[in-house]
């Protein structure tokens, strides 16, 4: 790689403090947005009174539910969110009115002048409250009159006479925690109207294509009076990938006043729009036969997810259908739902409905080791499902690098020389994982492409790239411009990206399900390929050569043989410019059909799944409890890393995120419903001081149909965090872990019962 | 009722990033939206207004400072830097070269804070060790890189001033 193409392609604007995020961005006359939210977590709105903000100085308009009475979703099948609650608001902090002023001060002053008379209702705070035979009805307009926003039960082959025929079978309950994201950037949007009756909306989101689609149907407006651009996002990890009440009630208060309005969320109401990982309430039972193959897993996971339903009908799935993974499983049954509680909602965040069962599992296969004998790493090599090759979901494997994964884990950490022999206090735990690149189905289902790109060559020799993918901080950008810089032989400094638009750039469904480098590669891949084609007729006729024998590289198009006989890149584009007109090109990716052996089974099937495997080093003090995790080696099937600089750092970010969830943070709250930790001081995320070394092991043996062999590294590196912890806090101390996070608390409590029991 | 915020704004005094500025300042404005609102200074960022986070960390008179619990009045003839008063567009600071070359960047949001932070302590403590440079890093958040490469770039920063490195 040119030394110079190894900066990340925004690096230096963002770190020189030039790069303009949502917030960044101002407008003369520009109104401040402020909420006016819920004390209750579930109360019916009986009155509203504005007049008293409405008069108050600076003030230019307030919102209420009834002014956005059409309800919406990410996800089609569950449309249940308004912007402003409509007559029942449903957890502590939901958005109650939204006021638009002069100054950010005179906003928040009317927002609390605003009056309103509540209702209070019994709320539904557990998996108990919901599904009690008198519950209170979180969804009280829903057909169904339950609590249950989706449930779901699979089979797949024969559970029951599978569990017979082991040897060992392994039964245990888990808990998971809610957790939230905690960007740096908090949720920031800016809606100007054009004067013609149209709004553009910058705004910090992942998912710009489906913000657009959400905000036509609540402005009852066509799409092509709406503009989404995306500035840059001081980060997402899934915590921006719905459609929020700052993004409707910017772009409604801009249409209702004639004025720029922005909105930014103070840092207290992050936590409440939250959209964060689910709690999960977890019993696995697994078997393996007496030879140590792993043969069955019978599962189920309960989640009190919250309020609305955002992404939650798909983590229902999403709890089962990784679950084989990486392994040669034979039977598979889950039982797993999703139900609405009076709490912020749930969503997505970074390794989606994945993380909660891989940690049961990862733990429970440890045991099963241990049962049968074996060490943790040899049993999974010796279980490990192979290339090619079909799960029994139906999940379809193409490339898998799983066992290079564990070996290089494993022999970096010295593992075989740790595991079990370290001093009492000290231990070392290996876990495994598999993750999507993207879900082969969209959420709109439709046979549309995912993702399209654009490149347009200028007679000047620089490429244009236009995508409508988000780039949240994790490359999408620099990948871009690297596989089409790549591909015509050029600096990558002579490619600009233009994302995220949706007036100017082709769609792209967003940043999510770890899709955008297989999916939007694939696509600006085809594009520069068309290019390519063009450029070397030019070329072959222009030097008198079959294009066969021709090479892109160091911005000419040259003979392979003879480097003297060669085409400057611009006089390429201007030869084919004569015979084509201006260049530009299209390329777009639709996944392959698959999954499709057990019908309905649309979640779960992806192109391409990365394989990661991780040995957590820990240091346990037995006397007070505390968890010090020292080293984490992760080594990661990413396929083929573009750029391997950006590849670590989404490794190291996720590994960090998973200590984070293994020994801090938790989501909870008062038995009111109310928030216990609404702050960064409260809601401990670790800082440089608990983070451990962190040692990314690239594992680059390609995939057939990724982007130059590339597939995903954002979100599949998080997942063996937590269990790798776990096991390796077992091999310290002896106690098995199931509830995290492993606070001093946990880890003391389960030495006293260690004791007593021996 | 709701009285309207009494303030009356008095005039402030400083230099910013080597130039002298004047401006109206009221006492409840933070140094952070004085520098974002008035002067077009984005760099410095709004992260959790509370000093948690140190996305909004300048320098006043050399030492970091948290901008967002910072009043404007406080910065009275101080001298006063930025994230943008480190660099030249062409010439970065070492610590950010070091940040270019090592990708610490991912979102960029807390990067500033953080290249501001490290300018300081080498400025302030040109022998400073590695164990200097992690309490340094200690007052600033960042979710996104694990610190991995944070840690690489400040680093490479500190054996290059200290000419250790080139």
């Known amino acids: 790689m040119n030394p110079a193409d190894s900066k990340k392609l925004?690096?230096?604007?963002?770190?020189?403090?030039?790069?303009?995020?949502?917030?960044?961005?101002?407008?003369?006359?520009?109104?401040?947005?402020?909420?006016?939210?819920?004390?209750?977590a579930h109360a019916r709105i009986l009155r509203i009174d504005v007049t008293a903000a409405l008069a108050m100085h600076g003030v230019k308009a307030v919102l209420i539910g009834t002014d956005l009475p059409i309800a919406y979703g990410v996800l089609p099948v569950a449309q249940d969110e308004h912007a402003l609650a409509l007559d029942t608001v449903r957890f502590v902090g939901e958005e109650v009115a939204a006021v638009a002023a002069t100054t950010r001060e005179a906003a928040l002053a009317a927002a609390r002048a605003i009056v309103v008379e509540y209702e209070v209702l019994p709320a539904v705070l557990s998996v108990e409250d919901a599904l009690a035979e008198t519950a209170p009805i979180v969804h009280n307009e829903r057909r169904k009159k339950t609590n249950i926003l989706r449930k779901v039960r699979r089979e797949y082959g024969e559970v029951d006479e599978g569990l017979e025929r082991c040897e060992v079978v392994l039964e245990d309950t888990y808990y998971y925690p809610g957790s939230t994201h905690v960007p740096l950037e908090t949720h920031t949007s800016l809606a100007e109207p054009d004067g013609h009756g149209r709004v553009v909306l910058h705004t910090s989101t992942q998912i710009p294509h489906h913000l657009h689609i959400a905000l036509a149907r609540v402005l009852q407006a066509r799409l092509q009076d709406i503009r989404v651009i995306?500035?840059?996002?001081?980060?997402?990890?899934?915590?921006?990938?719905?459609?929020?009440?700052?993004?409707?009630?910017?772009?409604?208060?801009?249409?209702?006043?004639g004025r720029p309005v922005k909105f930014i969320l103070d840092r207290e109401e992050v936590f409440y729009a939250h959209r964060g990982r689910h709690p999960a309430h977890m019993r696995i039972k697994l078997g393996a036969t007496s030879d140590g193959t792993l043969t069955t897993c019978d599962f189920s996971a309960h989640?009190?997810?919250?309020?609305?339903?955002?992404?939650?009908?798909?983590?229902?799935?999403?709890?089962?259908?990784?679950?084989?993974?990486?392994?040669?499983?034979?039977?598979?049954?889950?039982?797993?739902?999703?139900?609405?509680?009076?709490?912020?909602?749930?969503?997505?965040?970074?390794g989606h409905g994945a993380i909660q069962p891989r940690f049961a599992l990862e733990v429970q296969v440890d045991r099963l080791a241990e049962a049968l004998g074996q060490r943790p790493d040899i049993f999974r090599l010796g279980n490990l499902a192979p290339p090619m090759s079909e799960t029994c979901n139906g999940l379809r494997i193409t490339s898998s690098a799983m066992g290079t994964c564990i070996e290089e884990a494993t022999q970096a950490s010295g593992f075989a020389g740790k595991h079990n022999q370290l001093p009492h206090g000290h231990g070392v735990g290996l876990a495994t994982s598999a993750y999507m690149c993207g879900a082969a189905h969209p959420i709109h289902a439709n046979a549309l492409p995912q993702s399209s790109v654009c490149v347009s060559a200028d007679r000047s020799g620089r490429v244009a790239i236009f995508?409508?993918?988000?780039?949240?901080?994790?490359?999408?950008?620099?990948?871009?411009?690297?596989?089409?810089?790549?591909?015509?032989?050029?600096?990558?400094?002579?490619c600009t990206v233009l994302e995220a638009d949706t007036d100017l750039t082709p769609v792209d469904l967003g940043a999510y399900s770890s899709r955008v480098t297989f999916m939007a590669g694939n696509a600006a891949l085809e594009a520069s390929n068309k290019l390519c084609a063009v450029l070397l007729e030019a070329a072959s006729t222009k030097l008198a050569m079959e294009s066969e024998a021709l090479v892109f590289q160091d911005g000419r198009i040259a003979s392979a043989t003879d480097p003297d006989c060669s085409l400057a890149f611009s006089e390429a584009i201007a030869l084919a410019e004569q015979t084509h007109g201006t260049l530009t090109f299209t390329g777009s990716y639709t996944p392959p059909r698959i999954g499709?052996?057990?019908?309905?089974?649309?979640?779960?099937?992806?192109?391409?799944?990365?394989?990661?495997?991780?040995?957590?080093?820990?240091?346990?003090?037995?006397?007070?409890?505390?968890?010090?995790?020292?080293?984490?080696?992760?080594?990661?099937?990413?396929?083929?890393?573009?750029?391997?600089?950006?590849?670590?750092?989404?490794?190291?970010?996720?590994?960090?995120?998973?200590?984070?969830?293994?020994?801090?943070?938790?989501?909870?709250?008062?038995?009111?419903?109310?928030?216990?930790?609404p702050s960064i001081l409260e809601y401990k995320i670790p800082t440089i001081h608990e983070t451990p070394e962190i040692i990314s092991i690239l594992v680059e043996e390609g995939d057939p149909e990724g982007p130059l062999g590339a597939k995903e590294v954002g979100e599949g590196p998080q997942l063996p965090t937590v269990p790798a912890i776990a096991n390796a806090i077992y091999d310290a101390c002896g106690i098995r872990l199931t509830e995290a996070p492993f606070t001093p608390e946990r880890v003391l409590k389960a030495l006293e019962k260690l004791e007593k029991t021996g | 009722m709701n009285k309207p915020l009494s303030s009356t704004p008095s005039l402030l005094e400083f230099e910013v990033n080597g130039e002298p500025v004047q401006l109206l300042a009221s006492p409840q404005d933070s140094l952070l939206d004085c520098l974002r609102d008035q002067l077009g200074l984005t760099g410095s960022k709004h992260g959790c207004d509370v000093g948690d986070c140190g996305a909004c960390t300048v320098l006043l008179d050399g030492t970091p400072q948290l901008s967002c619990i910072t009043l404007a009045l406080e910065a009275k003839g101080t001298h006063l830097t930025t994230v943008e008063g480190l660099s030249q567009e062409s010439t970065?600071?070492?610590?950010?070269?070091a940040f270019d070359e090592k990708v610490a960047a991912q979102c960029g949001y807390c990067t500033p804070g953080f290249v501001v932070a490290l300018a300081s302590l080498f400025e302030t403590n040109p022998s400073a060790t590695p164990e200097d440079v992690r309490r340094c890093l200690g007052s600033n958040i960042c979710r996104c890189t694990g610190y991995t490469k944070i840690i690489e770039a400040a680093e490479l920063a500190r054996r290059r001033l200290q000419g250790l490195d080139t």
């Open chain 1, 596 to 677: 499709s052996r057990f019908k309905r089974e649309s979640v779960g099937p992806s192109p391409a799944y990365s394989f990661t495997a991780q040995v957590a080093e820990v240091e346990v003090d037995t006397q007070t409890g505390f968890v010090h995790v020292k080293r984490i080696w992760c080594a990661h099937d990413c396929g083929k890393a573009i750029h391997p600089g950006i590849v670590e750092g989404q490794i190291e970010g996720s590994v960090y995120m998973g200590v984070g969830e293994a020994l801090l943070e938790e989501q909870s709250f008062h038995p009111s419903g109310l928030h216990r930790s």
């Open chain 1, 467 to 494: 995508s409508g993918t988000a780039d949240i901080g994790q490359g999408s950008n620099h990948m871009l411009a690297s596989l089409v810089s790549r591909t015509l032989g050029i600096p990558l400094r002579d």
């Open chain 1, 230 to 257: 995306k500035p840059h996002v001081g980060a997402g990890y899934g915590g921006k990938s719905d459609p929020f009440a700052t993004e409707i009630c910017a772009a409604a208060l801009a249409l209702r006043t």
């Open chain 1, 303 to 350: 989640s009190p997810g919250g309020a609305y339903a955002s992404y939650g009908v798909v983590t229902a799935y999403y709890f089962g259908v990784f679950l084989p993974l990486p392994y040669r499983l034979e039977n598979l049954r889950f039982e797993t739902s999703r139900l609405y509680t009076n709490h912020p909602p749930c969503g997505p965040k970074r």
């Open chain 2, 92 to 97: 970065p600071h070492p610590v950010q070269a």
């Open chain 1, 10 to 40: 925004d690096g230096l604007e963002k770190i020189q403090g030039r790069a303009q995020f949502t917030d960044d961005l101002t407008r003369p006359g520009m109104l401040h947005g402020a909420f006016h939210r819920s004390p209750h």
